[in-house]
């Protein structure tokens, strides 16, 4: 996260309320929970400059579960909206594509390696709150797939 975007994030993000003790740093931890939302890590191999896996994948937990990103998103999106730096247009294409059943196949190449700095140039034409908007959304994604797995599955018993 740039720190444009995290200046423009802080001020939305819920503080602690020192009964369970102290937080870890914010920022650290939701750059590990964008890392893996981007990358698709799981949460056991992500990178120890997060911080301690279990720490950002609670705080994601619980931010899920609380709603506190569907929060976050809709600050976000006002605040934008509010600058100016959000474009509401809609785009629907209302035609079907069918595929063949035996279409569904694997991969022949490998998929193509990161390069450096390939995410701050796929941003550059962004302002800070456009790609804050856009990383938000990618993990409101996220939580929404999550819970609507959950709610298909039968409920676990012992």
Known sequence: ???AEWE??????P???NRCGRWRDHRQVIDGILHRVRTGVHWRDL?????PWKTVYERHRQWSADGTW???LRQVQAA???????DWDIAVDSTIVRAHQHAA??????PPAPSKGGEQAERQDETPWQSL???LVEVVREVRAWAARGAASPANST
Request: hydrophobic share 35%; charged share 35%; glycine share 12%.
């Open 47 to 51: 990178p120890e400059r997060f911080g």
């Open 15 to 17: 503080v602690s309320n």
């Open 105 to 110: 196949g694997a991969r022949t190449d490998p």
């Open 70 to 72: 569907e929060r976050l």
């Open 1 to 3: 996260m740039t720190d």
């Open 133 to 135: 908007h856009g990383r």
């Open 80 to 86: 934008a909206d509010a600058a100016g730096d959000i």
């Open 8 to 13: 423009r994030l802080r001020p939305f993000l």
